[in-house]
């Protein structure tokens, strides 16, 4: 499975594909997973349809799928781009054979009606398009069940901690197929230095990261909590279309 991640700083705050690679690669090292990014600052949907970096990185691999995400305000504020320009991206992904994912986002922290809106127009747009969906807004609200919200978000209530990071990683792996099993207890630390081919291409300091390697206590009590809920289904239950390909 090879995955191309398109979005903007909640794909690639704390790593969230390498974490995901990083994850499967531990539980399953034979696997031919990968990963591929091609994020930019702020992009909506319509911003990477309309840079030439996004052809090119579509056309860079064979990816198996491409994971879609817009700004976490795009649905709501800019409707008619996130139909026309996620429309026009799914079709372009099926164009190089690969299968399109749309990434749910979530709510921002305190405004959790946002997140009915987004719920609705992400559904909405699958629905439309016969595109994948990976509801990880929904599974973060619904995880309020288990932990407190706010240990998934920055301080700036819209980027996800490292916790948040993991948590997404945890539901992308449980979407494409990949069993992650209680109890995991290893540390993963992930290093930029090991992905030269995506440092190479990206602008760490432009997005105010300055670190080049997170480190994850996977034997931690909280992650336990959710890889269980994730696990008995109380998490994950939500009914969405889920078309994959391996």
């Not at 309309?50 to 860079?60: G, R």
């Not at 081919?197 to 909280?222: C, E, T, V």
Request: glycine share 6%; hydrophobic share 40%.
């Amino acid at each position: 499975m090879l995955i191309l991640f398109i979005g903007n700083s909640l794909t690639f705050y704390n790593f969230l594909p390498l974490t995901l690679r990083g994850i499967i690669k531990h539980i399953y090292p034979c696997s031919k997973f990968d990963v591929g990014l091609q994020v930019k600052r702020y992009a909506d949907f319509k911003e990477h349809w309309e840079n030439p970096d996004t052809e090119k990185a579509l056309n860079s691999s064979k990816w198996t799928h491409v994971v879609l995400q817009d700004h976490s305000q795009g649905p709501i504020f800019t409707k008619e781009n996130f139909y026309l320009f996620g429309y026009r991206l799914i079709e372009a992904v099926r164009n190089v054979g690969a299968e399109p994912v749309l990434f749910m986002t979530w709510a921002h922290y305190g405004k959790s009606e946002m997140m009915e809106e987004v719920r609705s127009i992400y559904r909405d747009l699958a629905h439309i398009t016969g595109a994948s969906l990976c509801p990880v807004g929904e599974v973060w609200y619904k995880a309020k069940d288990i932990l407190d919200d706010s240990e998934f978000f920055k301080t700036d209530g819209v980027h996800p901690s490292p916790l948040g990071t993991l948590f997404t990683a945890f539901i992308f792996a449980h979407f494409f197929g990949y069993s992650i099993k209680d109890p995991f207890p290893l540390d993963l630390k992930i290093e930029l230095e090991d992905y030269e081919d995506l440092r190479n291409s990206f602008d760490f300091n432009g997005y105010g990261i300055k670190r080049r390697a997170i480190h994850y206590n996977l034997s931690s009590h909280k992650v336990a909590c959710l890889l269980r809920g994730l696990q008995d289904s109380s998490l994950y239950n939500l009914q969405v279309p889920r078309r994959l390909c391996f």
